[in-house]
């Protein structure tokens, strides 16, 4: 708000905050030499790296007029970013945009798995209770034999043979 007061930009404070905050967040703290976006995401920010440089500085609160410099110097670089990162995504939507419409066509026929005797798999889990559990089983089987139904002859580590449909096994 004081920034926007200095530039006699009294209404249009509150379109300056989003970017004061992004480069705040994207910017490491003296005190820990990390970002607040690490902290929040667990992995750094994805910035072009010419731009990377200018905001790996550690922002020093402890003086609030150097502080409040700083802040101002990253907005700008953050709203500059923004149109690359902006192109980046609508890249990223047109092309699932075309995979959907791919998809939706009819024409899109799923890659089929081929199992041959000798490959090692993995099996499903006939129940999972929830999206967190695994849903494979974490032993490795090796086929040995595959029948015209898609049942595949499966036997482990330990000598014993299983008989699974191929629709329940994925490859290793």
Partial sequence: ???????????????????????????????TGIAPYELL??????????KHEQLAEPLDLDSPA??????????????????????????????????????????YTPKRLKFEVGDFVYTQYSNTHSSLQPQAKPAILRIREVRPSGRLILY??????LDRHMSQCAPC
Wanted: charged share 25%.
């Fill in 1 to 31: 708000k004081k920034m926007c007061l200095q530039k006699q930009h009294v209404r249009d404070w509150d379109l300056e905050v989003p970017w004061l905050l992004l480069g705040y967040r994207c910017s490491p703290q003296q005190s």
């Fill in 41 to 50: 995401y667990a992995h750094t920010a994805v910035v072009p790296p010419a």
């Fill in 66 to 107: 150097k502080a409040a410099a700083n802040l101002l110097q990253r907005r700008e670089h953050i709203k500059r970013l923004c149109p690359e990162a902006m192109e980046n995504l609508l890249i990223a939507q047109h092309r699932d945009t075309l995979r959907y419409a791919h998809i939706r066509s009819g024409d």
């Fill in 156 to 161: 482990g580590k330990c000598g014993r043979t």
